[in-house]
């Protein structure tokens, strides 16, 4: 009984250790919350980064099947140029051109765009020269024609146009 008394009396510890050990788990403390409110934020800028990345993704991943209908409206376009005019007011060639424009109308509201080219100067970042062309009285790099349509999706090139160039 003598010896345990000892041990309570040497395990009390004076109030002045014990407002030094409460500061010292106070510090701890402090530290532990401000390292896992850091984690906390890291991760949460984490998954807001992912969900940006993921949404990059999928905005951008029907392009392929983006650049087929390309080149069915592209043979739209070319059929359109070889129809007579008299024919143009026909039911049937004018349902065929619906169809062209529908097809457009997907697209545009896949945010898709025509890059636009006519009479503008050339610039490498949109379009692709596939013949350079003499003609007097117009200044050297002003696209004369469009052989084949350029598109941007949401603001990047899809496809270059193909143009013709004054030299």
Not at 11 to 24: A, D, F
Not at 25 to 43: M, T, V
Not at 71 to 80: K, T
Request: proline fraction near 2%.
């Amino acid at each position: 009984m003598e010896k345990e008394k000892k041990d309570k009396k040497d395990k009390k510890l004076s109030l002045q250790e014990v407002k030094q050990k409460l500061k010292e788990y106070q510090k701890l403390k402090d530290e532990y919350l401000a390292g896992w409110q850091r984690e906390r934020a890291d991760f949460l800028n984490y998954k807001k980064g992912e969900m940006e990345r993921v949404g990059e993704i999928i905005k951008y991943a029907d392009t392929g099947l983006v650049l087929k209908f390309l080149s069915i409206l592209d043979n739209f376009y070319l059929a359109e140029k070889k129809i007579p005019e008299k024919l143009k007011t026909s039911k049937n060639v004018k349902g065929l051109l619906q169809i062209k424009t529908q097809i457009e109308d997907i697209l545009k509201s896949q945010g898709i765009e025509e890059i636009e080219c006519k009479d503008k100067t050339f610039n490498p970042n949109f379009q692709e020269i596939v013949e350079a062309v003499e003609k007097p009285g117009v200044a050297s790099g002003t696209i004369i024609e469009e052989v084949q349509k350029g598109y941007k999706i949401h603001g990047k090139i899809l496809r270059p146009a193909k143009v013709k160039v004054v030299k």
